[in-house]
Nanobody
Framework: QVQLVESGGGLVQPGGSLRLSCAAS????????MSWYRQAPGKGRELVAG????????KYADSVQGRFNISRDDANNTVYLQMNNLEPEDTTVYYC?????????WGQGTQVTVSS
């Protein structure tokens, strides 16, 4: 059974930083592309960042380019999202997604709130 468990969310002031983690189990992590999405109330899920199987390729939403960084640690089956210079507009629930062998798996989400 595939499980993705996110952690690291919380309350931070504008301009601050957070690092989200997503620990994966039940899959061959090294064969999965990994992504972070976010979803504001009443809106669809938005791709925030993605990383390829090898880690050599990453992509970011225009709104987070230059502020967020996605990375993966295959030895620990974990993907990270380093978020810097956070803005109130970044406030929402963040979800981890794995894509392996044509199937998507999602975590339960972690809340990020940027407020003074």
């Amino acid at each position: 059974q595939v499980q993705l468990v996110e952690s690291g969310g919380g309350l931070v002031q504008p301009g601050g930083s957070l690092r989200l983690s997503c620990a994966a189990s039940g899959l061959i992590f090294g064969s999965a592309t990994m992504s972070w999405y976010r979803q504001a109330p009443g809106k669809g899920r938005e791709l925030v960042a993605g990383i390829s199987i090898t880690g050599a390729t990453t992509k970011y939403a225009d709104s987070v380019q230059g502020r967020f960084n996605i990375s993966r640690d295959d030895a620990n089956n974990t993907v990270y999202l380093q978020m810097n210079n956070l803005e109130p507009e970044d406030t929402t629930v963040y979800y981890c997604k794995s894509h392996i062998w044509g199937t998507d798996y999602w975590g339960q989400g972690t809340q990020v709130t940027v407020s003074s």
